[in-house]
């Protein structure tokens, strides 16, 4: 199950009917807040609850350094994932990792996107080219070219 949390005044908000490809849409609750405030309320307690695997909320205003820590903190009570959807310079110090999503360009898949970790307080960070695979239903990485070399060629 997950939540998606959203100010009440957005007007163009996700349908889960629309992510039938991706899960089933009856596990993606939208919730509408009235508030910005509101919208870190619901989402920590989601979090917090330890029922729901995934939340995930958009933010209209910088997330500050206690907001990002109180929901950092729930989250691993309650031992959920929680993403939140910001635009670029409103994150907060207290992420684990923030990633930025781009699509790249290929004349046979639509589907594929460069994933850049761009902050990440426990290791390093990098990028990856990934494509929805709709036979497995999931998201698959997209492997780099490599030049092979003769040697790698005949072992093969």
Known sequence: MAFWFVESWVTEVVNPLGLQMYC??????????????????????????????????????????????????AAEVGGSTGLMIVSDGMGSNATQTRWHVSPVFSSDDSTQMRWSLIKNKSGTNGYW????????????????????????????
């Open 24 to 73: 089933d849409p009856h596990q993606v609750l939208i919730g509408k807040c009235n508030s910005s405030t509101d919208v870190l309320a619901a989402t920590e307690e989601a979090l917090r609850s330890g029922v729901i695997s995934l939340v995930i909320a958009e933010l209209t205003k910088p997330l500050t350094l206690t907001a990002g820590r109180r929901l950092q903190l």
């Open 129 to 156: 080219d990934i494509r929805w695979d709709e036979t497995a239903c999931r998201i698959s990485v997209v492997s780099e070219p490599v030049q092979r070399t003769l040697a790698t060629q005949t072992t093969s």
